[in-house]
């Protein structure tokens, strides 16, 4: 079945340094999708991307889909403690599939 | 708050009992999620339907599982005979599919305790 993964698990950075995530499906994808876990809460849409190459950037966020559509990577510059959580990706076969997470990457930002 | 609300936010049940999860989605969303998440781990997909019509169930989902969208609106979530390895925080998400998009937003989640 359809596999997404992540790497790395758990990322511990100073502030202001940058992060990054990676994803990579076991399978070509329609579109992956981005979200941000706070501690003790819920998943929040971060972005979705659709096109080979795609790269969006949110302030200090910038997502990119890989060429093949089958990864994709999450960076943040100049960290700040309001990063901290975990960040998933989401992928999905067709438009009309089911999401299936990543395992996530869980980042800690040190004041 | 995303919109979406789950009932009960907290449930402790002992082992073998049933229990009943209630998800409201966002009114104009055409589609519904449930999840299962535990500590450490992206959230574990279960089932979802596109209006009341159930898409996929996990073959990972048991028989004890079950879950409905009658008439397109509110989802149930039941789990019957309960094991304490069905302790977990149970997710559902609704979206709005359109064309490519299909952003998710998620309920707060409701925390099952097995004893």
């Known amino acids: 079945g359809q596999q997404v993964m992540q790497i790395p698990q758990y990322q511990h950075v100073q502030e202001g340094e940058d992060f990054t995530t990676y994803c990579n499906s076991s399978?070509?994808?329609?579109?992956i999708q981005w979200y941000k876990q706070r501690p003790g809460g819920h998943p929040v849409f971060l972005i979705q991307l659709v096109k080979s190459g795609e790269v969006k950037k949110q302030k200090r966020l910038t997502f990119q889909f890989g060429e093949a559509k089958k990864n994709s990577s999450l960076h943040i510059t100049a960290t700040q403690t309001t990063d901290v959580g975990t960040y998933f990706c989401a992928g999905m076969k067709t438009s009309y599939d089911k999401v299936i997470f990543g395992p996530g990457t869980s980042l800690s930002v040190i004041p | 708050d995303t919109g979406v609300s789950q009932d009960p936010r907290h449930k402790i049940t002992k082992r073998g009992q049933n229990v009943t999860f209630r998800c409201d989605p966002i009114s104009e969303h055409n589609r519904l999620y449930w999840y299962r998440q535990t500590l450490g781990q992206g959230p574990e997909f279960l089932t979802y339907f596109q209006n009341e019509a159930q898409l996929e169930k996990s073959r990972l989902l048991s028989d004890r599982f079950s879950a409905e969208r009658p008439k397109g609106s509110f989802s149930t979530l039941e789990i019957q005979r309960t094991e304490q390895g069905d302790s977990a925080m149970y997710l559902c998400?609704?979206?709005?599919?359109?064309?490519?998009?299909?952003?998710?937003?998620f309920g707060p989640g409701t925390r099952l305790t097995v004893t």
């Open positions: 399978t070509t994808l329609s579109n």
């Open positions: 998400a609704s979206s709005l599919v359109q064309g490519a998009r299909n952003e998710q937003y």
